[in-house]
């Protein structure tokens, strides 16, 4: 089955505050959200895996390939 992990979650399991999340989400480098609801998201718990084991991500979104940062300065 499809884990989701809720943002509240998502926060604690990171240690990124809700706005470090969807500004690194929306520079590419934080996983997609899921509109699961009129008013909720969540992501899915595997690409939460991947970014703990990785790190913030540059998204080629042309080439579909990701990067790894070396270190995010926010």
Same mark, same amino acid.
């Given at each position: 089955?499809?884990?989701?992990?809720?943002?509240?979650?998502?926060?604690?399991?990171?240690?990124?505050?809700?706005?470090?999340?969807?500004? $690194?989400?929306?520079?590419?480098?934080?996983? !997609? +959200?899921?509109?699961?609801?009129?008013? %909720?998201?969540?992501?899915?718990?595997?690409?939460?895996?991947?970014?703990?084991?990785?790190?913030? $991500?540059?998204?080629?979104?042309?080439?579909? !390939? +990701?990067?790894?940062?070396?270190?995010? %300065?926010?």
């Amino acid at each position: 089955a499809i884990q989701m992990v809720r943002l509240k979650d998502v926060c604690t399991l990171t240690g990124l505050s809700k706005t470090s999340i969807y500004r $690194m989400e929306k520079e590419g480098q934080f996983p !997609s +959200r899921v509109k699961i609801g009129k008013r %909720s998201v969540a992501w899915y718990s595997s690409d939460i895996d991947e970014f703990l084991n990785t790190g913030p $991500m540059l998204i080629d979104s042309d080439q579909e !390939s +990701r990067t790894t940062l070396n270190a995010y %300065s926010g």
